[in-house]
């Protein structure tokens, strides 16, 4: 396993049980999620817009509107937090303020920086494409000329980040294990449902 | 329907079709979401940070650790962003740009306070219990003097904010819609496992 260094910004936050740099981990909560909270502060305030967000590499990537208000916002070259959170089970224990939550989230801070050449941006936004559906970028029409210089592509890197996790049954007061309320974790997870093709899709002509 | 007043910062970043300020959709989102994306500003960089939120009247509810960094970061009572989203499905289009995801998202803006009449706070958190788990909160031990101590509750108004959302299907340039490529939304959602009791229930006993 290997660690990303301890800065004080990902230190701060820190349970130290729960808290880590281990990049492996910080990789497999960004490849598992597809939206990204993407924080960062105009005129002194912080903004948070979801927004999807992949990974290349060592680089957490991002799409926006080529002239749009985020672009010109992350164009200002200000420090940046990407946060992507997965939730993963309600731990119900038998007092009130033992509630918690099992779950895995993933900080990274920094200067995202625009990735103007258009076979990088290019070969990065396929690769959303096949992060949202395994496969399906060899499928589409590629973007054309027109369409890439619509885009703008940010490139965040995983290099100042931390991974946080909790998981596992609830931690009771060992006076409240006898109360007769029920213990444990109810296990939460995003699911797909059954694809529903629009109106254009031909008759025998399936999802693949 | 009632709409909240617009303002700078929830017009900034709107795509007219998708944005309102809708007080029932606003309140909608949020009562549906158990994660927030708590954004706020330290040295003039941003963290977001998730935590659970909730909502009581028109207040949205945050709480954490006493003493904790985040506490104290909201106690200097700078401006904050709290972001809830909520991913409906993927939209697969013919061509790669033309893909999306349908979702439902509220980015509340401004300044939260802490609660601390502890009767308030109190409530505030049993509905919190509530939240995670309709019913649990008449079924569970109640916070005690030191666990109330021990707990920072904050209340941000949701006074200005903002709605957005996307749904339907994939919006294909005409000339794309010829291509043998599968076009549709594959519906994403969040949903409940079975319940994992801990080793501390007793036969017999449900989650109810």
Redesign the interface.
């Known amino acids: 396993m290997s660690h990303l260094p301890t800065t004080p ?1 990902t230190q ?2 820190r349970r130290k049980t729960r808290v880590s740099g281990e990049i492996e981990a910080i990789h497999a909560v960004v490849d598992q999620s ?2 990204a ?5 105009q005129d ?7 927004t ?1 967000a992949w990974r290349v590499g060592d680089g957490l990537y991002f799409h926006f509107a080529i002239n ?3 672009a010109e916002a992350l164009r200002q070259g ?6 992507l ?1 997965i ?1 993963d089970g ?1 731990v ?6 033992h ?1 918690s ?1 099992n ?1 895995r ?1 993933v ?1 990274v ?1 920094g200067r995202a920086q625009e990735i103007v050449d258009d076979r990088e941006k290019h070969d990065a ?2 690769v ?2 096949d992060k ?2 395994p496969g ?2 060899a ?5 054309d000329d027109k ?1 890439l210089a ?2 703008a592509v940010f490139r965040l890197p995983i290099a100042e980040a931390t991974v946080k996790s909790r998981q596992g ?2 931690q ?1 007061r060992a006076d ?2 006898g ?24 008759a025998g ?4």
């Open positions: 910004r701060a936050f597809l939206v909270h993407l924080g960062f502060v002194g305030a912080p903004f948070v817009m979801p999807n749009g208000r985020i200000g420090e940046v937090c990407a946060t959170s939730l309600l119900m224990a038998r007092s009130a303020m509630h939550v779950y989230s900080m801070f936004l396929m959303l494409v949202v559906h399906r970028a499928q589409v029409r590629p973007p369409e619509a885009t049954p609830p009771d409240d294990l109360l007769p309320v029920w213990g444990g974790v109810i296990p939460v997870r995003q699911v797909l449902g059954q694809p529903e093709p629009d109106q254009h899709v031909p002509l399936e999802l693949t």
